[in-house]
């Protein structure tokens, strides 16, 4: 198991293996929801290279920018793995479009993916993503509220919003974290904007024993061995 995750910002993650890189809910918007940025996202999509995978969660904008999007396929040639309400605001060539929907595994370009349900009413069609590459299993939950059957979802890698707001919050978090089993325990989808200012001290100090709280500001990144 070795990889490397890097916090973009929102909900947005770099995964890299050895031979493989997925980008999650890339998104360079400088307002998300209306609402001014605070947090930068931390990637440029103009030097992007080596993206095998482009996997989104849903259609709204900090979570699918089509603009950003369509530079990093353009540069990279990426597939671009969605819902299709998200694919459909996407305009790549469709040989680079897979429209997913809860409960398919598949494995693209050395990557193994699980689409899994998410609880977002106020998407069309949300969904999450356990994604391995290289023995390295990383789940990504998407916009998502606490739902019976999330805590099938196990990696050693779980992606949990946590900023309260149209997700669960810090205090869902740390619960779910602990219930997946997890080994690490990484927090999205706070501290973006005014409306997500979550400090996360809860998260830290109750998500128990087993599971490692690994807390990343956009542009920090983790190393798994």
């Known amino acids: 198991m070795q990889g490397k995750i890097t916090y973009l ?118 969904v999450g993503y356990v994604v391995t590459i290289e023995g390295l299993s990383v789940y990504h939950a998407g916009d998502t509220y606490n739902y019976p059957g999330i805590e099938l979802n196990h990696a050693t890698v779980a992606l949990l919003p946590a900023g309260g707001t149209y997700t669960m919050d810090d205090s869902d978090a740390a619960m779910i974290a602990k219930l997946l089993k997890a080994k690490y325990a990484i927090p999205m989808h706070y501290g973006t904007h005014a409306k997500l200012a979550q400090e996360l001290e809860f998260f830290v100090k109750n998500i128990g024993d087993n599971v490692k709280p690994v807390v990343l500001r956009p542009g920090q990144a983790v190393r798994f061995n």
């Open 9 to 126: 910002g929102h909900s947005s993650f770099l995964l890299e293996g050895v031979g493989a890189n997925v980008l999650f809910d890339p998104s360079a918007k400088q307002a998300i929801e209306n609402t001014p940025r605070t947090q930068p996202f931390a990637y440029n999509a103009d030097t992007a290279k080596n993206i095998d995978l482009i996997l989104i969660t849903h259609e709204h904008d900090g979570h699918c920018d089509p603009a950003t999007v369509e530079r990093i396929v353009e540069r990279t040639n990426a597939t671009v793995v969605g819902p299709a309400p998200a694919l459909a605001k996407i305009n790549v060539p469709p040989r680079l479009k897979v429209e997913v929907k809860v409960g398919q595994s598949f494995n693209l370009r050395g990557i193994a993916v699980k689409v899994v349900k998410a609880v977002h009413p106020q998407s069309q069609y949300p």
